[in-house]
């Protein structure tokens, strides 16, 4: 039987993505050592309500390349694949290609 894992509230689950980092056409792969993490959104909960009762939908959408945070995320191992969870809050940027 097959497992998956479902966010809850505004709580977003990441696949990590191996972070390259550039220095003009070249690749360094040490300097990397102090980013954020980087990772590819592959479920996000549908949302929170306010103090005041208003539901706040998530703007994450599934598919977008984010960085998160090191400390922070929840580290999660299901059937042998590593997945990062976090509050949509924490997430740094998204990564778009112009």
Known sequence: MSKILEPKFSNVIIEPMEAETYK??????????????????????????????????????????????????????LEGTEYYICNEEMIYSEIKEI
Do not use: C, W
């Open 24 to 77: 003009g056409n070249i690749i360094v792969p040490d300097a990397g050592k102090d980013l954020p993490l980087m990772g590819k959104v592959l479920a996000v909960g549908p949302g929170k309500f306010s103090v005041t009762g208003e539901f706040i939908p998530t703007s994450t959408k599934v598919g977008q390349i984010v960085l998160i945070p090191k400390m922070g995320p929840i580290s999660v191992r």
